[in-house]
């Protein structure tokens, strides 16, 4: 009797968990992400970074977003690092056609980031938490009357990293992998809502002292309503350039 309750316990959950997946609609586009970011040491402990993003879908034919990211970086020990800044972002619809095509955001962001260090390799883990405000939608073409509604979102970001080249080599070639998630936090403070999972594959290439190149493949996987997500499948390149 105690079994055939565990099989029919187990039929039951294969055939929820089928019809859950089945029952999810994807949306699928393809994308090309370029980002440069520059960092300015202002002490042995402080630096300031600005970023630069420029974001499209459909390959390179239709925008979708502009970021311009600057922040204070605070170096509290070996391993720890706190992050602070802002965020300007620009987000278009994907409707080429659509009038207004641009919604505006503006965010205040805080994050810490622990590094754990192991031969040729690393691990590392940062906390993101983004103060959000955001054009309410539907957007009206006269700008004048456009208001902005606020909310908060938590990122959470797992890096790994492994050397690829010889210890010695001019130039080091490393090997990156990381999955972030994004949840979005109720009025109260409380994580209650998945929004976004990115997961990234790819090289980092260590130029000189100044230059270095991050790219590789990204899949981000993004809730847009209680049966449809949206899949961008894209190509990232980052610059990192030190003055």
């Known amino acids: 009797m105690r079994i055939k309750l565990k099989i029919g316990l187990v ?129 009206k073409k006269d700008k004048s009357l456009r208001s902005f509604d606020f909310s908060s979102r938590i990122r959470f970001r797992l890096t790994f990293q492994k050397l690829l080249s010889k210890t010695e080599a001019k130039i080091p070639v490393n090997l990156v992998l990381y999955n972030e998630i994004f949840t979005l936090m109720s009025p109260s403070g409380i994580p209650f809502k998945f929004n976004q999972n990115w997961t990234f594959l790819g090289l980092r290439i260590k130029l000189n002292e100044k230059l270095s190149i991050n790219s590789g493949f990204q899949k981000n996987t993004i809730f847009k309503s209680s049966d449809n997500y949206l899949k961008n499948r894209l190509w990232n390149t980052i610059l990192f350039y030190k003055f």
């Not at 440069?36 to 420029?54: C, G, P, Q, V």
């Not at 925008?63 to 300007?88: C, D, E, I, M």
């Open 11 to 139: 039929l039951v959950i294969i055939i929820c968990s089928l019809k859950f997946s089945f029952a999810q609609e994807y949306n699928k586009v393809n994308g090309i992400w370029n980002a440069a970011f520059l960092d300015l040491k202002l002490s042995n402990k402080m630096s300031l970074r600005t970023e630069l993003h420029l974001r499209t879908i459909s390959y390179f034919s239709v925008w979708n977003q502009h970021l311009f990211r600057p922040q204070l970086s605070y170096k509290a020990s070996k391993n720890v690092t706190w992050r602070g800044g802002y965020t300007y972002l620009r987000n278009f619809d994907q409707d080429v056609t659509s009038d207004p095509r641009i919604r505006n955001e503006h965010n205040i962001w805080e994050q810490v980031q622990f590094t754990l260090p192991l031969k040729k390799a690393s691990f590392s883990t940062w906390i993101r938490l983004e103060h959000r405000f955001q054009e309410e939608i539907p957007l």
